[in-house]
């Protein structure tokens, strides 16, 4: 069993509470089951925001999907000018049985953008 690497983003459509929860956890979802993951086998997750996404933790949403004992962490993405507005990223850590060219990265709603190479 191996630890890897598993980036994700989605657009967010407003600073809103609801709209933040249910974004990420559209996106949780997704790296999860796309991943053949099981929260036993994350390991730790990393949310980023930018700076206009302040409403709400991105975090609370996987805690909701039931990630009780999962070292989760927020923290504000920089204030680049020319940045995407209202996105939330991850970086979740996770044992698998998948080699690292089989992990799938996902880049949801207006996130695609920033990966178009590849963009689920």
Known sequence: MAVRAV??????????????????S????????????GTDDVISVLFT???????????????????TDVPLLCAAEIAVPHALPRIVRL??????ERPRAEIQHVYLRGAAALRLDIAQ
């Open 26 to 37: 559209e996106l949780v979802e997704a790296v999860m089951s796309r991943n053949g993951l």
């Open 49 to 67: 925001a930018t700076p206009d996404l302040t409403a709400e933790f991105p975090a609370l949403a996987a805690r909701k999907l039931g990630f």
């Open 91 to 96: 970086l979740a850590h996770a044992a698998t």
């Open 7 to 24: 980036r994700g983003a989605t657009q967010v459509g407003s600073d809103d509470r609801d709209e933040i929860l249910a974004a990420t």
